[in-house]
């Protein structure tokens, strides 16, 4: 098929372009700077700009959209635009291109309404219970995605869960930089379960989506993907912190402290934002508090889809990746980080 892959110059991004490129399809990205993918034909602009939409997806067969504003913080009328209303140019763009089948890629906060998630399905998406404003605009988007599946025009939403592993400069970035500074405390101790995905097993995920997302009982539905192996959350910020060459932190804060002061935090950054994401979040203490893990085997059996890579392996890897300096480069932002 001829495939438009968005938002391909972020981590997941560039991963999935590889994969579907990979699995021998033909490659057009969309995103505001060039993907760095061998192989592909880049299409610059950003989903705001409706015209660049069309161009970008005029004469493909099938999209993985992935583009979107992600971040703890910023504008809420940014997210709108660029989650809501840009999943919505898209959408409208493909199905008058003559698009056939739409990946959706989402994120499993779309459901998380701040209480455990406890082995359980993808639940529905949530605007108005969300969490922030990205999983907010995010549950809009899927919603708006979703609620374009039709006869000819087969949508799937995928919410890969925590995606990581070396060149993530989004979730494994900003754990090293914060453990080398001090600055990455437990919450209560530590223990509360918590399921991630490795890069590639969540590229892998995307193509499978795209592969079956035609398929009865497929298509109009969302799936939660994840490498099926929940670990607490101290014992996974110990393993990525190891293998990144920076100490794995030790010293706890209660949770309760922990979403209070992320509230006044979020509420200080509405009034005087600062340069970079901002240190604690009510979202951000909530995921590392409560457990989140999911049940795979309605995403394993849909999209025949398992992963090959598991967590001890990924770490393994991210060892062998680590630079000479220990830690990973600061800078760059990820399309899909959630």
Known sequence: MRVLVTGASGFLGRATAAAVRDAGHEVRTFQRRPSGVPGVSDVLGTMTDGAAVVRAVTGTDAVVHLAAKVSLAGDPADFVRVNVDGTRTIVDAARAAGVERFVFVS???????????????AGPAEPSRA??????TKAAAELVAIGADAPGFAVVAVRPHLVWGP???QLVGRI???????????????????????????ASAMVA??????????????????????????????????????????WH?????ARAAGSLVEAVWRI?????????????????????????????RDLQWAPA????????????ARPSDAGLPAGQTSSAAT
Do not use: K
């Open 272 to 300: 005087r934002p600062g340069q970079d994401e901002p240190p604690m979040t009510r979202f951000l203490a909530e995921q590392l508090s409560t457990a989140h893990w999911f049940d795979q085997r309605r995403t394993r």
């Open 131 to 136: 969490r922030g404003d990205y999983a907010r």
């Open 209 to 250: 989506a795209l592969s079956h997302a035609a398929d009865e009982g497929v298509h109009g539905n969302a799936y939660v993907v994840t490498n099926g192996e929940p670990r607490p959350v101290a014992d996974l910020l110990a393993g990525i912190c190891t293998a990144s060459g920076v100490p794995a932190p030790r």
């Open 176 to 202: 090293v930089d914060r453990a080398r500074s001090g600055r990455l405390p437990l919450l209560d101790s530590g223990a509360a379960l918590i399921d991630t995905l490795y890069i590639d097993n969540a």
């Open 107 to 121: 994120s499993p906060s779309v459901a998380h309404t701040g209480s455990s998630l406890v082995g359980v399905d």
């Open 309 to 320: 890579v598991s967590i001890d392996e990924g770490l393994e890897r991210l060892a062998a």
């Open 167 to 169: 060149g993530d400069t």
């Open 253 to 257: 804060v209660p949770a309760g402290v």
